[in-house]
């Protein structure tokens, strides 16, 4: 499958996110937040919620991970900084009614044992 990854990137999603996704090893926290905007896309839940930290799981579930991941369609994102722990990102979509809208949010990660996990987002003006 060509299909080109939706982070953005330019590549192919087999050369792009989905090996992250497969043995949820991306390397850097920015890479990991591509791999989880491609993931939304394509509604891979199971790998939004193992991306999540443990502490945060419990504020989550997979359902509704699921059911946002699926009733917005999405467009594009936009990574606009990265430090080792932080992304600041815009994801645009259209919502369940059609509505264009636009995720203006900064994530921090956190890596445990090699992997990087999402801790939280805030959202941005
Ligand atoms: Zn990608």
Known sequence: ????????SQKALAQCCM???TNHSAPT???LMRSRYTAFTLHLADYLFQTTSL???RFT???EILEWAQQNTWLKLEVLASTAQTVTFKA????AKGQAQVHHEKS????VHGKWYYVK???EP
């Open 1 to 8: 499958m060509n299909k080109t990854c939706p982070c953005g």
């Open 19 to 21: 090996p992250y996704i």
């Open 29 to 31: 926290a920015e890479v």
């Open 55 to 57: 502490a945060e799981r």
């Open 61 to 63: 579930s997979k359902r």
């Open 92 to 95: 645009y979509f259209l919502d």
């Open 108 to 111: 921090t990660f956190k890596e």
């Open 121 to 123: 987002g805030k959202l």
